[in-house]
């Protein structure tokens, strides 16, 4: 887009206080810059944008007096059908395998060079099917990818733009994408398969049938900038026509042993630990999701100051991986089968 129209955009939404669009176009603005090489002038800017002042802690204020609201909204349900987020984390904070660390790192690439590729007639990939157990860092690694694009990530669970209208579900997701191309965002749609669901399922109305034909559609269609993600615990039910509108497929599975110790050492880096064998630890976590291990080394920390000891140690420690374990028995216990609990 041209610089002009940019700042026009940008001026404008600073005058009807819609903070959203503004922060959306003045990132976009710094992504401009960075991929002019610009890296500089684009940390200054990303610094000024993240200083608070007296405008942000007025803006929710004065947009509840005068400002119409831009973000979409589910009229059946009454709530918005996106999230604007502005993700901290970085790579730091993810531990993955090196395939899929890689296929994530080459998305970065591409977008970063996306205008390199285009002149080559080339486009960057944009589209990506995230798939795998729960727990396992499919919606982290959205926020990290936004992170590292200095986008902000536009967050949507498909469950809830499901409308008991007819007609009104593909409505909610038109107005999704349209929503998308308003500025360049990172957009994560989960729970993908509440709408993805096979066609031909038998068990599946008509109407959700159509709602998978208007989503091919309309990710054909899609031409903007921004990176689509579609994530889901639930890959088996997708119909089968979605896998081919993806340009990535990003496995992601429980830990291996190694990266469990890799995990465990992450999140337990600021609390003093006993010295301990992590790969040792981590045999007994095996089969256990990244967000059940960051319970355990958080539940483990609080026992520590709550038995007042100066470190953890290897019993709490234990005490906090058998505790996991009898709450996954529990979760499991109550979840129906063929549907497991999502994290």
Request: with cysteine; proline share 4%.
């Amino acid at each position: 887009m041209a610089r002009g129209e940019l700042l026009r955009r940008l001026f404008s939404s600073y005058s009807s206080h819609d903070d959203y669009s503004f922060r959306s176009i003045a990132l976009e603005i710094i992504a401009e810059e960075q991929q002019k090489h610009n890296h500089s002038l684009a940390k200054d800017l990303m610094s000024v944008l993240d200083t608070p002042t007296n405008f942000s802690k007025t803006k929710k204020n004065e947009m509840s007096v005068g400002a119409q609201p831009t973000i979409p909204f589910n009229k059946d349900k009454d709530f918005p059908l996106v999230e604007v987020r502005y993700p901290k984390k970085d790579f730091s904070n993810l531990v993955v395998s090196d395939q899929t660390r890689n296929q994530l790192n080459r998305v970065i690439e591409e977008y970063k060079k996306s205008d390199l590729l285009k002149m080559h007639g080339l486009k960057p990939k944009n589209k990506l099917l995230f798939y795998g157990p729960p727990g396992c860092g499919k919606t982290i690694t959205a926020e990290i990818i936004a992170k590292e694009l200095q986008l902000p990530l536009l967050y949507t669970r498909f469950d809830s733009i499901i409308s008991s209208y007819l007609g009104e579900t593909a409505s909610n997701i038109r107005q999704v994408f349209e929503y998308a191309l308003s500025g360049n965002w990172v957009v994560l749609l989960d729970e993908f398969d509440a709408i993805g669901k096979s066609r031909s399922d038998e068990s599946e109305h008509g109407e959700l049938k159509r709602v998978v034909n208007s989503f091919l559609q309309i990710l054909d269609s899609f031409e903007g900038r921004s990176i689509i993600i579609a994530s889901t615990n639930h890959e088996n039910l997708l119909d089968h026509a979605l896998w081919r509108r993806f340009d990535e497929i990003v496995p992601f599975n429980k830990p291996t042993q190694k990266e469990i110790a890799d995990l465990l050492k992450l999140k337990l880096k600021n609390f003093p630990v006993e010295k301990l064998n992590f790969s040792l630890v981590a045999k007994k976590m095996l089969k256990l999701s990244q967000s059940e291990i960051e319970w355990v080394c958080l539940d483990a920390i609080k026992s520590a100051i709550l038995q007042d000891a100066d470190i953890v140690t290897s019993k709490i420690l234990n005490d906090s991986i058998m505790r996991q374990k009898i709450r996954t028995q529990q979760v499991d216990k109550k979840t129906p089968v063929g549907r497991k609990s999502r994290k």
